[in-house]
């Protein structure tokens, strides 16, 4: 066994209500995907196509991912400063009124307001679940929680293509918005008088806070921000663009859409818990945490950015297109498996949310730049070229970015071992220098 494998402490292997905890994170981030990917499957065809052309639909993710960054640059420290149960809490039900809002909108600008503060609210989710994750999990566990949490993502954008399939045509888009909403109120309901933060985790948490402008030079932080610009708008090409890539290249319409965008969400969901558990069982064969950390972020890297590369060259019907966006999307979420532990592995448990919402400011950053690049090669090539080339250029580019993060997170971020001078200074409220 491993020296720095850490073996449950009695008190932790006792709290079953670890995994309902969990499990609250997991609902969350269903409903965090659900309200965020509804949009674009809603204005896939028909009433909200006419309204919303390609480039107004680029500018309205870009007004999304402007707030998410925004958001993510203050959201984790808010989390950090009243708590789990408080924060979680704010952010849900921020997100999940301005979805609701979204049923009065009529005019692409109304909606990239919406849209901007849609990504205010959902910005907080995985500070939060991090936060929760860390209170209630050992070190050599949390790649696995992590992946059950995050596993919400894929399985909600499981759900989206049926649901507002069945509930748009049913109900119409409006009526959709506001079912979806009342879901995410219910779920705020819940958790308010469930959440409580563990007593033999609770002294750590009340430590003294690192100010952000400390975290934010350390090497760790700049490079985690920097690769995640690149990997992470990867997996919004692939969750914002796949409905109106069915509708464009193989004229699928909203019905079949339903049926058939599931495929590459199930296989991402088995990414998420594969990539957790690949990282625990290695770690339970003796590789050493920071390095298994590593070897999982590599397989998984790769397995995200090859299939984009090579999709211009393999993709002949629907199903291998949607294959194509499987693989991408199973490698993502293994790779997130494993990333969402990074801040942990690192920094004081008191600055897990922070350094994660710091670093998701790239995750806005890079969406905003390369949701917009995206409905600008789509108006420049789909006229003159057809939509399958313009598609292409962005399978390839995708591709590329995915491969540049990687290599940041490989050679430029560092060892994943715990910052010294940051726990120092979360223990006494001094550098040491």
């Known amino acids: 066994m491993a020296e720095n494998y850490i073996p449950l402490t009695p008190a932790v292997k006792l709290s079953k209500m670890r995994w309902v905890m969990v499990g609250m994170a997991f609902l969350a981030t269903v409903l965090n995907y659900v309200h965020r990917l509804s949009f674009n499957y809603l204005s896939a065809e028909g009433e909200l196509r006419a309204l919303i052309p390609d480039e107004a639909f680029g500018y309205i993710g870009t007004a999304f991912f402007v707030a998410y960054m925004i958001s993510n640059a203050f959201s984790g420290f808010l989390i950090d400063r009243f708590g789990t149960r408080v924060g979680y809490s704010l952010c849900m039900a921020f997100w999940t009124t301005a979805g609701l809002v979204h049923a009065f909108a009529v005019t692409p600008l109304q909606f990239g307001i919406c849209r901007f503060m849609l990504g205010i609210g959902e910005a907080g989710n995985w500070p939060a679940a991090i936060k929760l994750t860390t209170e209630w999990f050992p070190p050599h566990e949390r790649s696995t929680a992590s992946g059950i949490f995050n596993s919400g993502s894929a399985l909600g954008a499981v759900i989206v ?17 506001i079912i979806l909403a009342a879901c995410g109120y219910l779920w705020l309901v819940i958790f308010w008088f469930l959440y409580y933060t563990p007593k033999e985790t609770e002294v750590k948490v009340k430590t003294f806070a690192i100010p952000p402008l400390k975290l934010l030079k350390t090497r760790f932080v700049l490079m985690f921000t920097l690769s995640k610009t690149f990997m992470d708008p990867v997996w919004y090409f692939v969750t914002f663009w796949i409905g109106r890539y069915l509708v464009d290249v193989h004229h699928l319409e909203l019905k079949e859409i339903g049926m058939l965008a599931v495929i590459p969400f199930l296989i991402a969901d088995v990414g998420n818990l594969a990539g957790g558990y690949f990282t625990q069982y290695i770690i339970k064969k003796g590789t050493p945490i920071p390095k298994a950390r590593k070897i999982a972020v590599t397989i998984a890297g790769l397995i995200m950015g090859i299939p984009l590369l090579a999709g211009p060259f393999v993709i002949s019907s629907p199903i291998s297109a949607l294959l194509v966006f499987g693989f991408a999307g199973f490698g993502y979420t293994a790779y997130t498996a494993n990333s969402l532990t990074f801040p942990a592995d690192v920094v004081p448990k008191n600055s897990a949310a922070s350094v994660w919402g710091m670093a998701c400011v790239g995750t806005g950053l890079g969406g905003a730049i390369f949701q917009s690049v995206s409905g600008i090669v789509l108006k420049t090539y789909a006229v003159d070229m057809g939509y399958d080339y313009a598609y292409s250029i962005l399978f390839m580019g995708f591709g590329i970015i995915a491969l540049i993060g990687l290599a940041i997170m490989l050679f430029f ?20 220098k």
């Open 161 to 177: 293509p049926p649901l507002v399939a069945y509930l748009g045509i049913s109900y119409g888009w409006q009526a959709t918005f």
């Open 413 to 432: 971020m560092g060892p994943l071992v715990p910052n010294e001078e940051l726990h120092r200074y979360a223990e006494t409220g001094e550098s040491g």
